[in-house]
């Protein structure tokens, strides 16, 4: 059973920061994509950062320049620095990753439970 399990969300002001963990754990050959999600109350569910596991970055555009991912290959582990936090980036925050099982040879897609972040005026 693999799991994400994500940590790092909380209170802070506009203009804070936080970072965002979220590590894979469990039997599995490798993960290719991992990435972050948010959902904010009455919204759908959109993409915030996602990296391949080249390293490869992609952004919504409301987070560039402010949002920066990264990830440790070796330990199965993404991150989320996230910088000048504005009101609108409040949500729960949800880690994806795109796990390949051992011996198979396409990966499906996880989710984490997700963690708030909320930003106060």
């Known amino acids: 059973q693999v799991q994400l399990v994500e940590s790092g969300g909380g209170l802070v002001q506009a203009g804070g920061s936080l970072r965002l963990s979220c590590a894979a754990s469990?039997?599995?050959?490798?993960?290719?994509?991992m990435g972050w999600y948010r959902q904010a109350p009455g919204k759908q569910r959109e993409l915030v950062a996602a990296?391949?596991?080249?390293?490869?970055?992609r952004y919504a555009d409301s987070v560039k320049g402010r949002f920066t991912i990264s990830r440790d290959n070796a330990k199965n582990t993404v991150y989320l620095q996230m910088n000048s936090l504005k009101e609108e980036d409040t949500a729960v925050y949800y880690c994806?990753?795109?796990?390949?099982?051992?011996?198979?040879?396409?990966?499906?897609?996880?989710w984490g439970r997700g963690t708030q972040v909320t930003v106060s005026s």
């Open positions: 994806n990753a795109n796990v390949v099982p051992i011996g198979v040879a396409l990966g499906y897609g996880r």
């Open positions: 469990g039997r599995f050959f490798s993960v290719n994509d």
């Open positions: 990296m391949s596991r080249d390293g490869d970055a």
